[in-house]
């Protein structure tokens, strides 16, 4: 058999079809167990398979991620290291930065949105994603290359092949613990899983002979097998018990500077390619469904080379970009920056939080991608925490939409992590430490004032911006109205109020050092006396000149040392460190104790003093109830436009204070003044679809401004309802606007999206 021949016609294939049509061209389309042979070597594997990441971008990532590994494990070989020993990097950072001459060992440092560093570009040819394939409309094939280890054909049933191996465990730095980047991809390739894989050891590495291994991954049903077993099962060719070689220096896998796929040869590494993978059609690889795989692997520690080779892409200048990570690619998007802090627990170990919010105006593909609370592991996500239970503790639910926020687990426990992660990289388990880890986040994220301010922001531009749609609306009725005498002498002298939230100020960007030069309190001193409710954790106040990553960074980042260790989160906001401390355990009203704060750096480490010390002094008064602490604080200003207001209500106030109200009345005149049902059925159904405040806010007002106009036109014309003998106008005026309640808001809807144009 011509082992080159046979590759070469797999590699060319494009769908399910093709392949099979080479399979049976050399008599391996059926199932055979002289040449198929159970994937990690037993037949009952699906199981295993399924408990795999669940999402197809998901999948890839683990190919990313065992594609970094394998080239860190090279270069690691290369230098006669032993990845196992004491010599070794200690962490991927470490490994990025000692290999490959990368400060701090991050990639964001040559990363630039307009212009990055040539660098980049030559790290991403050394991992190259490309997709293939030429009827539009249909999954695409996508292939990916690294240029790591490779592997022989003696150890590649023991690596690419196996199952439940603990192959990379004892490798801290390296990505792949779980053993299943190579077949996390199965599920989602065609209907019969077929993925090739082809792999040649690094030349260095080999002693002996060097040949290129391959094989075809692809799954069989009962009826296929003709068993009793009634599970699919993954199998990967092998005839007659021989793992398939080819004797060949290169090969032409890789596309050319054109994109034309399978042109440019390559000498070594690993290659994969999954047929029909069940992921996009439409959209370019290098757009949508690499923000995708960003969101997922949120900060790459090397680049990768993302290519869309399908013959009916026509852009080819945008068929092409490189892979690096949503922190790195979107760090200058988000508003204020991207903030971090650490949360200390003596039993779990250290959080690092990462958070950024994006922009109002922010395409809602990215925020579907891109935001939500995930939990990272070297910088994969590894999972989601509650978003909404979180968020819902917080009261933030302006940010909601726009915020992305990272745990980096890299710092816990073993045992934490044991308790909290899910083979699957998508979940997490929803277990105790889980909840414990969650309530750490909800406190640390209530302590932070930029946050905060950010949510504020947002709400103030949303307001503003429902304010002058408003406004446009009321001005054009208004201009309209007024050409009616009875509307005229109605509305003069009426005032209208409405409500803004708090007005844009104006920014002060400040401006910190790398090493601070003071840290004291407000009160300008290092001694200060703080009273502490005994229910409460103590939050203290430093003011200092540092900047907000001061303790957070990679290189020569700061220290800080409470004695005694109650330190429970800190961060460095526009030159405040917000500290939130333990309350010690059985203290009494009254009872006071010192915190012993020394601040210190690489900086402060050479001269004297060695150190900043604060003292702060805590007294313990007695416990507060929650109703107490609440203040309100929202600050509002009126504006007249000389329209009745509807004052809106929920309907239990609305039955308590009018004895004939009904649920399904929706604005109704009383004493002078108009009054809305905020539970009124028809209101209910037309917000029910609606996910954002903002579009609930907007049909709201769309929905008791359209029924307020009809009212008032009614209360004009109500001399004509005398030929109908009815005492009580304002009763038939209220029926006829329950009656019309379902039909106002499409009319004024439309109505408005004209006259807004022309206004």
């Known amino acids: 058999m011509d082992t080159f021949n046979l590759f ?16 049976k061209q050399y ?65 991927q950072k470490e490994a990025v930065k000692d290999f490959f001459n990368i400060d701090k060992g991050e990639i964001s440092e040559l990363y630039k949105p307009n212009a990055p560093d040539s660098r980049l570009t030559e790290l991403a040819q050394n991992i190259q994603l490309f997709a293939t394939g030429s009827a539009k409309g249909t999954f695409p094939s996508i292939s990916i290359y690294d240029s790591g280890e490779g592997q022989s054909p003696e150890t590649i049933e023991d690596t690419f092949l196996s199952l439940a191996r603990t192959n990379k465990a004892a490798i801290k730095f390296t990505q792949g613990k779980f053993n299943q980047g190579g077949t996390a991809t199965i599920r989602f390739s065609g209907n019969h899983g077929f993925n090739l894989i082809l792999t040649k050891k690094y030349p260095e590495l080999e002693e002996k002979d060097n040949h290129w291994a391959y094989t ?24 007659d018990d021989n793992i398939l070689v080819i004797d060949k220096k290169t090969l032409k896998v890789l596309p050319d500077k054109d994109f034309n796929p399978y042109m440019s040869e390559i000498s070594y590494g690993s290659f994969i390619k999954l047929y029909n993978y069940e992921w996009f059609k439409q959209n370019y690889f290098s757009r949508r469904p690499r923000e995708q795989l960003e969101a997922i692997y949120t900060s790459a520690l090397l680049p990768a080379r993302v290519m ?20 790195i690619r979107d760090a200058n998007k988000f508003i204020s920056g991207v903030k971090t802090s650490t949360i200390e627990d003596t039993s779990l170990g250290t959080l690092k939080v990462k958070y950024g919010v994006y922009p109002m105006d922010t395409d809602k593909e990215t925020l579907r991608h891109g935001t939500g609370i995930q939990l990272a592991l070297n910088n994969q996500v590894h999972g989601e925490f509650r978003t909404h239970i979180i968020l819902k503790d917080l009261k933030l639910t302006a940010v909601a939409d726009y915020l992305k926020l990272q745990i980096d687990a890299s710092d816990l426990k073993s045992e934490t992590l044991s308790k909290i992660l899910k083979t699957d990289r998508a979940t997490l388990a929803i277990s105790e430490t889980t909840k414990k880890i969650e309530n750490l986040i909800i406190e640390d994220l209530k302590s932070d004032p930029e946050l905060k301010k950010i949510d504020a922001e947002i709400r103030a531009k949303r307001s503003a911006q429902a304010l002058s749609d408003e406004k446009i609306t009321r001005e054009i009725m208004r201009k309209y109205l007024l050409k009616d005498p009875f509307f005229k002498s109605l509305l003069t002298g009426q005032k209208q109020r409405f409500i803004k939230n708090m007005p844009e100020e104006e920014k002060i960007v400040f401006e910190g050092l790398k090493f601070p030069t003071f840290v004291t309190f407000s ?68 009872d006071s104790y010192d915190v012993v704060i020394k601040i210190t750096d690489l900086q402060k480490q050479t001269s004297y003093p060695s150190h900043f010390e604060n003292i702060a002094k805590i007294t313990i008064t007695k416990d507060i109830k929650n109703n107490e602490s609440k203040k309100s604080n929202s600050k509002r200003t009126q504006e007249n436009i000389g329209i009745p207001e509807v004052k809106k209500q929920n309907a239990e106030w609305l039955e308590d ?14 004493d002078n003044q108009w009054y809305g049902n905020l539970d009124n059925p028809y209101l209910e159904t037309l917000l029910a679809p609606l996910k954002t405040e903002a579009e609930k ?7 008791f401004e359209s029924l307020l106009y009809l009212g008032m036109t009614l209360q004009r014309d109500s ?30 809807t439309q109505l408005n999206e004209i006259i807004k144009q022309e206004f």
């Open 8 to 23: 070469d016609a797999l590699l060319k294939a494009e769908n399910d079809d093709d392949v099979k049509k080479v399979l």
């Open 27 to 91: 008599d391996f389309l059926n199932y055979d167990p002289n040449n198929w042979k159970p994937l990690g070597g037993f037949e009952n594997n699906e199981g295993f398979l399924a408990g795999q990441n669940p999402t197809p971008e998901g999948a890839l990532v683990e190919k990313i991620t065992n594609s970094i590994d394998a080239i860190l494990l090279k270069e690691c070989k290369k230098r006669g290291i032993d990845p196992k020993g004491n010599d070794a990097p200690s962490n």
């Open 216 to 239: 075809l991954i692809r799954t069989f049903s009962p009826e296929e097998r003709g068993d009793d077993n009634i599970i699919h099962s993954a199998y990967f060719l092998k005839p």
């Open 308 to 327: 869309d080779c399908r013959s009916f892409i026509k852009d080819k200048s945008t068929a092409y970009t490189n892979l690096y990570g949503v922190w």
């Open 523 to 590: 009160n300008d001193d290092n001694y200060y006396e703080k009273n502490v409710a005994r229910n409460h954790s103590p939050q203290i106040e430093l003011i200092t000149d540092a900047n907000d990553d001061y303790f957070d960074r990679l290189d020569q980042p700061g220290e800080i040392i409470v004695e005694p260790d109650l330190i429970r989160n800190y961060k460095v906001r526009s030159g405040i460190i917000y500290l939130t401390l333990d309350q010690p355990t059985n203290l009494n009203v009254g």
């Open 657 to 670: 204070n009018f004895p004939s109200f009904e649920k399904y009345h929706s604005v109704f005149h009383s």
């Open 697 to 703: 806010d907007r049909i709201i007002f769309l929905f």
């Open 719 to 748: 001399e004509k309802f005398s030929i109908f003998d009815i005492d009580d106008t304002n009763k038939l005026i209220t029926e006829i606007l329950s009656a019309n309640a379902s039909l106002v808001v499409p009319i004024i």
